[in-house]
Every structure is written in C-alpha cells, then in structure tokens.
C-alpha cells in the first residue's frame, strides 16, 4: 500500500536541511543537502507509519497544500512511501 504526506523543508544556518511532516506527530528528517534530507524523511515516515499501524491501524488525514503555511523559503514535498501490508502475518 502506498502512503504519501507532505513534509516541509527549510534550510539550516550551517547549510544542511530539516524537514517536517504536519500531519505526523513528531516525523522529522534531516540532511546535509535536500537529497539527504528527502532520503531521511522517506525512511521517517516509513517507520512512523508502521509503527502507527501496528498500533492502532489509524493514520491522520493528509493536509490539502494549501492549508500547510510555508516561511519564506520553505520547501514542501509529496513524500511516498510503499508498505506491505500481509494479512494474518504475524512477526
């Protein structure tokens, strides 16, 4: 199954990048340039997501672009991430 939300990135002062996901509660990522950062905010959400799901097999609606409110070079990104999803399987 696939999940997409969107983060937002914002450039830090020492030149690296931070992302958050507004509609995941303490999701974030982090890189020393934006392709780190989307890379790290793929696995965030990916683990994020599945723990959420083992949990409690809800996940929070996704924000509409619109209503995310951006600072001044902020860079906000589509993140997909594909999980398996077996039924009946059990670790």
Not at 26 to 40: I, R, S, V
Not at 59 to 82: C, F, K, M, W, Y
Request: hydrophobic fraction near 40%; include cysteine; proline fraction near 4%.
């Amino acid at each position: 199954m696939q999940f997409i939300y969107p983060a937002v990135f914002s450039k830090r002062e020492d030149g690296g990048y931070h992302g958050y996901f507004p509609d995941l509660d303490q999701c974030f990522a982090e890189g020393d340039t934006l392709d780190e950062a989307l890379t790290d905010a793929i696995e965030a959400a990916r683990t994020w997501i599945q723990v959420e799901l083992e949990d409690t097999f809800e996940l929070p609606a996704v924000s509409h672009p619109d209503d995310i409110i951006l600072q001044e070079g902020d860079i906000l990104r589509n993140i997909a991430v594909t999980i398996r999803l077996f039924d009946g399987w059990d670790e």
